[in-house]
Each structure stands twice: as structure tokens, then as C-alpha cells.
């Protein structure tokens, strides 16, 4: 009974894995190496572009409603009891800083 189940989602499975795969041939030289630089040059690019258009501004935008979320909250903390504390909002100003920067120089440093 169990294995009536099983075999054709088996099957189906097989199927859909057939119908899905491609095969990578190596321009007809067998040079397989170069084959994949080549797709990593072309897909390096496309990486690249969504990092610096779309992951940065991201991460820059989340540490910037943080920054001034703390430093509001520092500041409420400030009037309550007459101190104000430095290090949560400098530690989010620096990682704000360090990511608003990245994209002039972290390609350099990957390598790319």
C-alpha cells in the first residue's frame, strides 16, 4: 500500500529532474576551466550590479532608521537621568559609515 504512494511521486520526481537538467558542454575542447571562468566573468558582473544597486542601499537604509531610532532614544535616556551614552549610536554611525563607503572599494579588496 505505502509503496503505491511512493512510486509515482517517485516517478514524477524522476520526471521533472529529466525535464529540468541541461547539460554544460565545454566548447568542444574539453576545456572545462574555461568554461567556468567565463561564466563567473559574465555572472561577476551581474553580481556586482545588485550588490551596489540593491543590497547596499539596504543595509544603509536599515542602519540609518536604527542610527536615529538610538540616538532618539539616547537622547529620551539623556533627559530622564542626565547622561548620555555614546556607544550604541557611534558603533551604528561607523557600521552606517563603513556601508555607505563599501561599494568604492570592497570589489578591489574581493578581488573582482
Not at 16 to 33: K, Q
Not at 91 to 99: G, K, Q
Amino acid at each position: 500500500m505505502k509503496m503505491k504512494r511512493i512510486l509515482p511521486v517517485l516517478c514524477v520526481v524522476v520526471l521533472l529532474v529529466c525535464m529540468f537538467s541541461t547539460t554544460a558542454y565545454a566548447a568542444g575542447s574539453g576545456n572545462v576551466a574555461g568554461a567556468v571562468e567565463g561564466t563567473w566573468k559574465t555572472a561577476s558582473q551581474q553580481i556586482k550590479t545588485v550588490v551596489n544597486n540593491v543590497v547596499f542601499p539596504a543595509i544603509d537604509l536599515i542602519l540609518a532608521v536604527f542610527f536615529f531610532a538610538k540616538l532618539g532614544t539616547a537622547y529620551f535616556d539623556y533627559r530622564k537621568h542626565g547622561q548620555f551614552e555614546w556607544a550604541e549610536p557611534a558603533i551604528l554611525f561607523a557600521c552606517l559609515v563603513f556601508t555607505l563607503t563599501a561599494p568604492l572599494y570592497i570589489w578591489s579588496v574581493v578581488g573582482m
